[in-house]
């Protein structure tokens, strides 16, 4: 520590040292030679005049060296200068919004994440105040059957979870994150508030027959033009989550410089912050939305978090000054785009056995900041064809230099793990769904008055994810730290393993209470729709609690993976791989539900999964999950053994491990 402390102020040191030898000196031969003149002057005049003439001399050599010696002095004080004034920026490239470089004293780090993280906890908070209860509004109002609701509700949130990708594709090429987050924020905001006026206004929303009677008892239908405003309203709301998801997280992450060892140790425990966040958020949504727009207004429950989605808006304006930002570059989709159609042009091109004589660019187009060189890799060498230098002049789309390979190449390794994803995603959609579903089957009363909301029982998913986070980041990260060495404790695909372990032991626990409930239903007799089995409804908590403790595990790690292995300049592309692996595990959950729905109805069967759960056979449903868990486990433990981390993961700096210990 002493040691780097010399090197940080070894400039200011050495000038300290020579302006001090300088006057020491100085006045040494000074009082020498006033001490030879007065010895001289008893020797006679002539050595008077001489030694006289001698000193002016002296007097203009001193003058001159005098001169010399400030000059240096003060081409060293500049140099100081120019290095002190080069530490008070960031290293990686970021700037303020007018695009000059970023202070590191008054930009980015947590003072900027806190406008971020107020800014996600209010989304979140308005997001799932629509997802979490959508399923109910679509039975009960709309008057849609078990599997079109839940199909509507996983198709929607599929598209939600899709949309970023084609935010991030924008943000990169045209607008850049910060104008393309404005955009779409403003776009989320008309969504939600169309939302409201449809669910408000008694010309646009469905027509009911009064609180007294059932749904399953109520004719009246809401028409064509009132479903259609309504999904509408749904998917404006997608296009608008599509610009801001992908850019508000990956803007947070970006207020942390890597080149900075303090800031790069908070930056490993951003993520979880950040998931923290949206689970906080969710758990208001969760209990008080809920609850409103089950006992109160559907009105009033989607437009509390409209007003709080304008709220958060203006408060993320207010910390634009404070904001670190990553300069535009090309599309990472794009960059990508030209390698494999350049490999596939030259698929018949040998590639040189030394990769020196692959094409690369010179070294000064990597010097400005936030541009980065990457070596060569013997990984996936069929896409260094698209390296191999060409005698004619080619374009971009033909010739690609080594680092532009490279980036592709640590995109590319990382699909097998993004399929691997899609599962444990489908299973998170049954928590917006059939668990829910099992919940308006079941004794929901606490006292005389009060009746608990079924998609209140997600609160519990989010009260465990927040404890397993703290518990996991404060307790387990230190304690295992000291003996893998690993800055996070556990490797991200490790962290991920244990997830999926765990969505297997939830499944068959949920098979187990359906099992249960439906065999006290069988007992009683119970077989109509809306008859309440007694069973109160708590039963449901443990599989709502193990998806939470699993969440932890997979969805945290699995976005600190794709945000931390994507080469720089392509992290919004990894952040896309994240959601992408959402979008396609809810499109694949509705695939999965209406093929087993249809196929078990063949042959004059009765069929799995029915309007009424009462005679529907969801346990042998929850069953297939586990066991399409289990085979998806076996493939991602295939995946992860034969994954590579990139260099800059394994390799952990001193300084860094030290930092680490200090924050936490």
């Given at each position: ?51 006289n003439n001698d000193l002016q001399r002296g007097k203009k050599n001193r003058s001159k060296h005098t001169y010399i010696f400030l000059v240096f002095v003060l081409a060293l004080c500049a140099m100081e200068c120019q290095r002190e004034a080069e530490q008070n920026f960031t290293q990686d490239g970021t700037t303020d919004l007018k695009g000059r470089r970023a202070l590191r004293s ?74 393309t987050f404005m955009v779409a924020s403003l776009i989320y905001l008309l969504g939600m508030g169309l939302l409201t006026l449809v669910v408000s206004l008694p010309s646009l929303k469905p027509p009911t027959c009064g609180k007294n009677v059932s749904y399953l008892d109520c004719d009246k239908r809401a028409s064509s033009f009132q479903i259609g405003i309504f999904y509408c309203a ?170 532009q390979v490279e980036q592709t190449k640590q995109m590319v390794k990382m699909i097998p793990v993004l399929c691997a994803t899609f599962i444990p995603s489908t299973l998170l959609a049954q928590t917006n769904t059939l668990f829910i579903k099992q919940g308006t089957t079941l004794v929901r009363s606490m006292g005389p008055n009060f009746e608990i909301p079924p998609a209140s029982l ?207």
């Amino acid at each position: 520590m002493y040691g780097i402390m010399f090197v940080q102020k070894a400039p200011s040191i050495v000038i300290f040292f020579i302006i001090h030898l300088y006057f020491y000196f100085h006045s040494f031969f000074s009082c020498f030679t006033y001490s030879m003149f007065y010895i001289q002057c008893f020797r006679g005049s002539n050595s008077e005049n001489r030694l006289n003439n001698d000193l002016q001399r002296g007097k203009k050599n001193r003058s001159k060296h005098t001169y010399i010696f400030l000059v240096f002095v003060l081409a060293l004080c500049a140099m100081e200068c120019q290095r002190e004034a080069e530490q008070n920026f960031t290293q990686d490239g970021t700037t303020d919004l007018k695009g000059r470089r970023a202070l590191r004293s008054t930009t980015g780090r947590w003072k900027a994440c806190y406008y971020m993280l107020g800014y996600e906890v209010c989304e979140r908070f308005a997001y799932y105040g629509i997802a979490t209860n959508l399923v109910l509004y679509l039975t009960t109002n709309l008057h849609e059957g078990t599997v079109k609701s839940s199909n509507n509700v996983t198709n929607w949130v599929g598209t939600v979870w899709m949309t970023p990708t084609l935010g991030a594709y924008v943000a990169d090429t045209y607008l850049g994150r910060y104008w393309t987050f404005m955009v779409a924020s403003l776009i989320y905001l008309l969504g939600m508030g169309l939302l409201t006026l449809v669910v408000s206004l008694p010309s646009l929303k469905p027509p009911t027959c009064g609180k007294n009677v059932s749904y399953l008892d109520c004719d009246k239908r809401a028409s064509s033009f009132q479903i259609g405003i309504f999904y509408c309203a749904l998917y404006i709301i997608a296009i608008g989550t599509g610009g801001t998801k992908p850019n508000i997280s990956t803007m947070g992450a970006d207020q942390f410089d890597d080149f900075e060892p303090k800031e790069r140790a908070h930056k490993l425990t951003f993520f979880n912050w950040w998931v923290f966040s949206i689970f906080f958020g969710t758990l208001f949504s969760n209990t008080f939305l809920v609850y409103i727009q089950d006992t109160v207004d559907w009105g009033l429950g989607y437009g509390i978090p409209t007003l709080t989605l304008l709220v958060a808006i203006i408060a993320f304006v207010f910390g634009t000054p404070v904001y670190r930002h990553k300069p535009r570059v090309e599309s990472p989709l794009t960059r990508m785009i030209k390698v494999l159609v350049a490999a596939a042009r030259k698929w018949n091109t040998s590639v040189p056995v030394d990769p020196k004589e692959l094409y690369e660019l010179p070294l000064d187009q990597y010097a400005s900041p936030g541009k980065y060189r990457i070596d060569h890799s013997s990984s996936l060498r069929f896409l260094d064809k698209a390296a191999v230098r060409v005698k004619e002049p080619a374009s971009e789309w033909y010739l690609c230099p080594v680092t532009q390979v490279e980036q592709t190449k640590q995109m590319v390794k990382m699909i097998p793990v993004l399929c691997a994803t899609f599962i444990p995603s489908t299973l998170l959609a049954q928590t917006n769904t059939l668990f829910i579903k099992q919940g308006t089957t079941l004794v929901r009363s606490m006292g005389p008055n009060f009746e608990i909301p079924p998609a209140s029982l997600s609160v519990f998913l989010t009260i465990s994810m927040l404890i397993s986070l703290a518990v996991y980041d404060r307790l387990f990260v230190p304690f295992v730290r000291k003996y893998t060495k690993n800055p996070r404790g556990i490797t991200m695909l490790q962290r991920m393993t244990i997830g999926i372990i765990i969505h297997i032991i939830t499944m068959i626990v949920a098979f187990l209470i359906e099992r249960y409930r439906l065999s006290v239903a069988k007992d009683h007799g119970i077989y109509k729709p809306g008859q309440i089995v007694p069973l109160r409804i708590y039963i449901l908590l443990p599989q709502f609690m193990l998806m939470g403790v699993a969440d932890c595990f997979v969805e945290v790690a699995k976005f600190e993976f794709f945000y931390d292995q994507a080469p720089e300049g392509m992290k919004s592309l990894g952040t896309a791989y994240f959601t992408t692996s959402f979008g396609l595990g809810y499109f694949l959950s509705s695939f999965i539900l209406s093929t087993v729905a249809n196929v078990t109805k063949r042959n004059g069967h009765q069929g799995w999964i029915l309007n009424n759960l009462n005679v529907s056979h969801l346990d042998y449903y929850y069953v297939f999950f586990a066991v399409l868990c289990f085979v998806n486990f076996l493939f991602f433990l295939v995946v992860a053994k034969n994954f590579d981390y990139n260099v800059e993961v394994n390799e952990v700096e001193p300084e860094l491990k030290e930092d680490i210990a200090k924050i936490t």
